[in-house]
């Protein structure tokens, strides 16, 4: 079975400052990895993923992944958080075998605040 | 070139009462799979449908049942509703290829249970 944990519900940076938001996975097979963005009363954006390939991965908006297999870790950064940042952020695991059609299993997410 | 897009926007319905919520894939996609997001969670996956069958099941009760159509849209039904089944239903479309699945979201119908 597969799980994910989003390390803090709230995250609270300055404007111009560091983000960092934690994912931890669990999987049985090798993962894809997504992290996904959700704005008040809107539906789910893609930032980015993770499929095999570089074990960095870039998204859109300045977003930022690193794969550590060895940390079952997938954590996103951006290194100068912007207003507009100011999100809810989901991460989620797929598991790439057939049997299970690809579904996503969601952490309970983190929102991240960003003060001016 | 359209997005996933889902209707209604809202709904409000009373205990025990049915549902059906409709959702239309991104052009091009052949699968589609249903999430329920509650209050401060994250999405929880419902099924999955391709070529017009149930292909995967999370842990919901018989209660939800859904439909794919020959042209790719979906529904999803909910019987009996529950206070517990307020929620946003999110639907997110797919391209089953060889390769990963990629997943499009909708922008989600709120239902609310009173």
């Known amino acids: 079975a597969q799980s994910v944990t989003q390390l803090g519900s709230h995250v609270s940076v300055s404007e111009g400052a560091l983000v960092l938001l934690r994912c931890n996975y669990s999987s049985s097979v090798p993962p894809y990895l997504f992290w996904y963005v959700q704005y008040p009363n809107q539906g789910l954006q893609l930032l980015l993923k993770y499929t095999s390939a570089a074990t960095l991965v870039k998204g859109i908006n300045g977003f930022e992944a690193e794969f550590k297999k060895s940390e079952t870790s997938f954590h996103l950064t951006k290194p100068s958080a912007h207003m507009s940042d100011a999100a809810e952020y989901f991460c989620?695991?797929?598991?790439?075998?057939?049997?299970?059609?690809?579904?996503?299993?969601f952490g309970k997410g983190t929102l991240l605040t960003v003060n001016p | 070139d359209a997005g996933v897009t889902q209707s209604p926007t809202h709904l409000i319905k009373t205990r025990g009462q049915q549902v059906t919520l409709r959702c239309s894939p991104k052009s091009g996609h052949d699968t589609v799979s249903w999430y329920q997001q509650a209050l401060g969670q994250g999405p929880q996956f419902i099924f999955q449908?391709?070529?017009?069958?149930?292909?995967q099941r999370g842990n919901f009760p018989d209660r939800f049942s859904g439909h794919q159509f020959p042209n790719y849209s979906s529904e999803l039904n909910v019987n009996a509703l529950l206070l517990g089944d307020s929620a946003l239903y999110l639907c997110?479309?797919?391209?089953?290829?060889?390769?990963?699945?990629?997943?499009?979201f909708g922008p989600g119908t709120r239902l609310t249970v009173l």
């Open positions: 997110a479309s797919s391209l089953r290829d060889r390769g990963f699945y990629e997943q499009f």
């Open positions: 449908y391709y070529e017009e069958e149930e292909r």
């Open positions: 989620a695991v797929s598991d790439r075998s057939g049997g299970s059609n690809y579904k996503l299993t």
